[in-house]
């Protein structure tokens, strides 16, 4: 896979319509140029005492999160089957703006649905893809999914929260994390992170550290490892914020558990419940859990020394650096940035009086 400049991608574009498929070669030549997603550089950042750390930049994909892999991988397969001249989605923000990036490639127009707690400036980003409606529905994004599965069946489809299952003569249901083809798009992170580290399994991280929604990335990381051999070489250290942790929750279940609401300003992180295959894959996976400030803490840091904002659905990996005792003897870790659009100064200038309201919030319904 090989990384592009900006001029590539403005100038290829492809049309897609009821009458013809995507051939598999021009979708090879789309993924060779990059068009779809990037491969993103893995640079060194910080130590933590002494252990090596890596920053695997996925906020410089071409929708600005590891969202494009999974969820370009998902729709280019049902292309190139035939199966496809629209596609509807739910998604709390990123994800939709991946589909529509995706979308918008194969000029194939794109229904997205998001919750009210989508911020505006992401509702936005993702109209301004050729092709994109977006439609606001339900308070959360599994209230959002609904509508979409809806549409699904207006278009003459009953989906099953299954992309490959959700399909018609008229369109494809892709959801932002629960597909097999999604996590095997989102699974290319590691063997990018291994293509950096010459190919050498012995240079391979300790530990990936990442942020946990519905588990869509972190089930490709799973599957990365254990596709290339590593899950004895390398472990998941998977963090969320006290208000959006379902995988924390299942974790301490051991089942997947459904949350009543969503208590944080990381609302990229608002899923219900996770992926339930998370929960059974070889590789090590240890849940944590971090405070909104925490996470808010840690965009201010990564901006102050990367000169790069992040969301706080991604500083809830980065804040983990804090926590220095986790990473006591460990050769190197890997920290995924995986990005966001839905955020700017002035949005980190007002989460600090949100956080006081949700954290309350949360302190309370836990004391209940």
């Known amino acids: 896979m090989m990384s592009c400049g900006g001029a590539v991608l403005g100038q290829i574009s492809l049309s897609c319509s009821q009458s013809t498929q995507i051939s598999a070669a021009k979708l090879?030549?789309?993924?060779?140029?990059?068009?779809?997603?990037?491969?993103?550089?893995?640079?060194?950042?910080?130590?933590?005492?002494?252990?090596?750390?890596?920053?695997?930049?996925?906020?410089?994909?071409?929708?600005?999160?590891?969202?494009?892999?999974?969820?370009?991988?998902?729709?280019?397969?049902?292309?190139?089957?035939?199966?496809?001249t629209k596609v509807i989605c739910s998604s709390g923000g990123n994800a939709g703006n991946a589909v529509a990036s995706a979308g918008s490639k194969l000029n194939i127009p794109v229904d997205v649905y998001v919750p009210t707690t989508t911020m505006p400036l992401m509702i936005e980003k993702i109209k301004n893809n050729p092709n994109t409606r977006v439609f606001v529905q339900g308070d959360n994004w599994n209230a959002a999914n609904i509508f979409a599965l809806n549409a699904m069946k207006e278009a003459g489809s009953d989906s099953n929260n299954q992309g490959q299952e959700g399909t018609s003569p008229h369109a494809i249901y892709v959801p932002p994390y629960d597909d097999p083809l999604i996590w095997e798009g989102n699974s290319t992170i590691i063997d990018e992170i291994l293509d950096d580290c010459n190919g050498d399994l012995n240079q391979f991280p300790s530990v990936i550290v990442l942020s946990v929604g519905g588990g869509g990335l972190l089930r490709g990381v799973q599957l990365g490892l254990e596709r290339l051999g590593l899950v004895n070489k390398t472990?998941?250290?998977?963090?969320?914020?006290?208000?959006?942790?379902?995988?924390?929750?299942?974790?301490?279940?051991?089942?997947?558990?459904?949350?009543?609401?969503?208590?944080?300003?990381?609302?990229s992180l608002g899923a219900l419940s996770c992926v339930e295959d998370t929960l059974n894959s070889p590789v090590k996976t240890t849940s944590f859990t971090v405070t909104d400030t925490e996470a808010l803490d840690a965009c201010y840091e990564y901006a102050d020394e990367y000169r790069t904002l992040v969301e706080p659905a991604c500083g809830a990996a980065l804040a983990l650096a804090k926590r220095t005792e986790l990473f006591d003897g460990l050769d190197s870790a890997a920290f995924i940035v995986c990005g966001g659009q839905a955020i700017n100064m002035k949005l980190l200038e007002t989460y600090r009086e949100k956080i006081k309201i949700i954290e309350s919030k949360f302190i309370n319904k836990k004391n209940k």
């Not at 695997?56 to 292309?79: C, Y």
């Not at 279940?253 to 009543?260: C, D, I, K, N």
């Open 235 to 267: 472990e998941i250290y998977a963090v969320e914020t006290e208000g959006s942790a379902c995988f924390n929750a299942a974790k301490n279940a051991g089942e997947v558990v459904r949350l009543s609401s969503i208590d944080s300003i990381a609302t």
């Open 28 to 84: 090879l030549i789309f993924r060779m140029a990059g068009v779809f997603y990037r491969k993103t550089p893995l640079i060194r950042g910080k130590d933590i005492l002494n252990t090596k750390v890596l920053l695997k930049l996925e906020h410089l994909q071409v929708s600005g999160s590891f969202k494009d892999r999974g969820i370009s991988h998902m729709i280019q397969t049902l292309a190139v089957a035939g199966v496809t």
